[in-house]
């Protein structure tokens, strides 16, 4: 096998050649991945390599061939919280390159890496349109923990008076809660309050068999998230739902628009504590965000959402709404251990 050498890239310092051969590798792994969206513009996705929350430590590493990268690593580790020693990772390896030996190497550097950073587990992803990387992580070993659906709604076919049907029966069944719009920013006062609703959320949603731990984020990470996402150039929209009596946030839904498709919007989480559920408050905030981003761009024509397959109840009101899946994404772990035995 040809001998290849991995080099460290810190997109920070990368010269704009170096930049525009980042970006010609990931719209060919992006169209595979993803072959019925249009390409990123240039601009709008150099701007997302290169800003990210101050929570997260980025890593990279790349392989290059006569001048282009022909595969990737990355790691995506959190800087606070529980799960530090769990951090995201993938590999990407151009089609012309595989099965000689290189998605190996890359491993062998991501937990060489990893090891270095106190890490124990990582996480993969993969696609269901791009089935080598399933195959590779299976043939490593990894352990398949989850799957989720990428639905789309197309906006022609949304229902606007069964929006409307849901607003008016929630505002009847919760007298009790109120409705508030957020864009861009968690109010200072509100962040705490905030914080522990998502927390709640965080905690609950279907995780499958991943080895998580239970996990506190804390209000300086989601400010500095969403920072991150306005610094990019992202439009945010955050609805959330409170609980007049107490003050309480009982409910939260977002949507963003990132740009790279200027036809499409993206679904964000949702979730309702377990207290205030079954009120309808979950589909008041979903139609009633739906509506207004809609309103305010009517140039939109798909919305994309992503839910874990075991997730039931936010299935059930998206299928309501219209959305169709069109692929999945599989999340996997395996642990560095299991990976230095396979690579023994």
């Not at 980042?22 to 601009?43: C, G, N, Q, S, T």
């Not at 061939?65 to 959190?78: D, P, Q, W």
């Not at 008041?284 to 939109?300: F, Q």
């Amino acid at each position: 096998m040809k001998k290849y050498k991995i080099e460290r890239y810190d997109e920070q310092k990368a010269t704009e050649k170096k930049l525009k051969a980042y970006y010609d590798f990931f719209m060919v792994i992006l169209a595979e991945a993803r072959p019925d969206e249009p390409k990123r513009p240039y601009d709008k996705f150099i701007k997302q390599v290169l800003i990210h929350s101050k929570s997260m430590l980025i890593r990279r590493w790349v392989i290059w061939e006569e001048g282009k990268i022909i595969a990737y690593a990355i790691i995506y580790k959190a800087l606070d919280g529980e799960n530090q020693h769990f951090p995201e990772v993938d590999i990407f390896v151009l089609p012309a390159w595989r099965r000689q030996g290189i998605g190996r190497l890359m491993l062998a550097k991501l937990n060489e890496e990893c090891i270095k950073l106190k890490c124990t587990k990582l996480e993969f992803s993969t696609f269901s349109n791009t089935p080598c990387g399933s195959e590779f992580l299976s043939e490593i070993g990894a352990e398949k923990c989850t799957t989720e659906y990428v639905n789309q709604l197309e906006v022609k076919d949304l229902d606007m008076k069964l929006m409307d049907t849901w607003i008016k029966k929630s505002t009847e069944r919760a007298t009790e809660y109120e409705i508030e719009l957020w864009v861009d920013s968690y109010p200072e006062s509100e962040l705490e309050g905030f914080t522990k609703l998502y927390n709640d959320f965080w905690n609950s949603i279907p995780i499958g068999s991943f080895d998580y731990e239970y996990e506190e984020l804390t209000p300086e990470r989601l400010k500095n998230e969403m920072e991150s996402k306005v610094k990019r150039g992202w439009k945010n929209w955050i609805m959330v739902a409170k609980f007049k009596p107490s003050g309480e946030y009982a409910g939260f839904t977002g949507i963003y628009y990132t740009g790279f498709n200027p036809e499409m919007l993206n679904q964000g989480n949702t979730g309702v504590s377990a207290e205030h559920r079954n009120k309808g408050i979950g589909r008041w905030l979903k139609a009633a965000l739906t509506k207004h981003v809609l309103n305010e761009m009517p140039e939109v024509t798909k919305i994309r959402s992503e839910n874990d397959v075991t997730n039931k109840p936010m299935l059930n009101i998206n299928n309501q709404m219209g959305f169709k899946p069109i692929y999945s994404e599989s999340y996997w772990q395996i642990t560095t251990k299991e990976v230095n035995d396979y690579l023994k």
